[in-house]
């Protein structure tokens, strides 16, 4: 249902590396590159994160209670996204562990602009 989520960011090419090189173990590379919006995933008819410098020009804001979450294929993949993240310079905002027993199994970051990312696993 979902094609693309746009984060906004305020530098492109750190954008583009941090997401890149966060989910590159799952497949996702660069896409389409428009300069300044970028798309990266694992193919055209799969969704995709997109990067994206404000069109309006003012600074990026993450809105508040706005999150774009990724599934992961087990529980080893979110702690792996998770810890990736935060060696690529994301800040914790809730480490990996089971939210909702035996359903969910989540861990929240922000990326460097701010932006709440989530990974993970149900059941």
């Known amino acids: 249902m979902i ?12 954008a583009k590396a941090f997401y890149c090189a966060l989910f590159e173990s799952e497949g996702a590379k660069l896409g389409t590159d428009l300069g300044r919006i970028a798309f990266i995933g694992t193919a055209r008819d799969k969704p995709m994160i997109a990067v994206c410098t404000p069109y309006n020009g003012e600074a990026p804001e993450p809105g508040n209670g706005n999150m774009v979450a990724f599934p992961a294929r087990d529980k080893e993949t ?3 996204l998770y810890n ?11 480490a990996p562990g089971q939210r909702i027993p035996d359903r969910f199994y989540g861990a929240y970051v922000r990326d ?8 993970f696993v149900f059941g």
């Open 84 to 94: 990736k993240a935060m060696e690529l310079g994301a800040s914790d905002e809730g």
């Open 3 to 14: 094609g693309y989520a746009t984060v906004g960011v305020a530098d492109m090419e750190k």
């Open 112 to 119: 460097p602009d701010g932006n709440k990312l989530c990974f």
């Open 78 to 80: 979110v702690d792996k």
